[in-house]
Antibody, heavy 122, light 109 residues
């Protein structure tokens, strides 16, 4: 079964750090670009970060640039999101997702994890 | 940065009716790079449509996507009870690589 399972969420104080993990199974993890997408309570989906299949290229939303770091370990089939200098506005459910892009065509984010909740509060 | 604006914010319809959801981009988007997702409460999003008009695996044919340039549409031909959810459009681009619309809530009338 193709699956993504997030972990690592929790309650953290403003200014604190947290590392999220996303364990992949049932597919060739190293072949896919991976993303983190978040959703604040009662709000819509917001793209956070992306990493290419071998980890050599990353992108970030302006709101997290310089504070968050995306990485992956293809040997462990795991995606990570290191979150530093956390703010109240980072409170959200964080989803990992895979997608596939070929030159000239985008196949969408077709597999998503169940999400992990991050709460930033004192 | 491309901004996606979805309308209406909320759509109230009855089962069996036809739903038409709009996604408008602030600048032209390649139709190959436009996707739609469905999200139900407490669940992760589910991919419905990619390439503006191709249904994802397992998606019923009552769901269809169309459009080009700056105007895209998701149509649900005959609403089933399980279709009432929030729908998001998304574009794949260069900077930022991905943008979502703010969502349309489809509720039972």
């Amino acid at each position: 079964e193709v699956q993504l399972v997030e972990s690592g969420g929790g309650l953290v104080q403003p200014g604190g750090s947290l590392r999220l993990s996303c364990a992949a199974s049932g597919f060739t993890f190293s072949s896919y670009w991976m993303h983190w997408v978040r959703q604040a309570p009662g709000k819509g989906l917001v793209w956070v970060s992306r990493i290419n299949s071998d980890g050599s290229s990353t992108s970030y939303a302006d709101s997290v640039k310089g504070r968050f770091t995306i990485s992956r370990d293809n040997a462990k089939n795991t995606l990570y999101l290191q979150m530093n200098s956390l703010r109240a506005e980072d409170t959200a459910v964080y989803y990992c997702a895979r997608d596939r892009v070929v030159p000239g065509y985008y196949y969408g984010m077709d597999v998503w994890g169940q999400g992990t909740t991050v709460t930033v509060s004192s | 940065e491309i901004v996606l604006t979805q309308s209406p914010g909320t759509l109230s319809l009855s089962p069996g009716e036809r739903a038409t959801l709009s996604c408008r981009a602030s600048q032209s988007v390649s139709s190959s790079y436009l996707a739609w997702y469905q999200q139900k409460p407490g669940q992760a999003p589910r991919l419905l449509i990619y390439g503006a008009s191709s249904r994802a695996t397992g998606i019923p044919d009552r769901f269809s996507g169309s459009g080009s340039g700056t105007d895209f549409t998701l149509t649900i031909s005959r609403l089933e009870p399980e279709d009432f959810a929030v729908y998001y459009c998304q574009q794949y681009g260069s900077s930022p690589p991905n943008t979502f619309g703010q969502g349309t809530k489809l509720e039972i009338k």
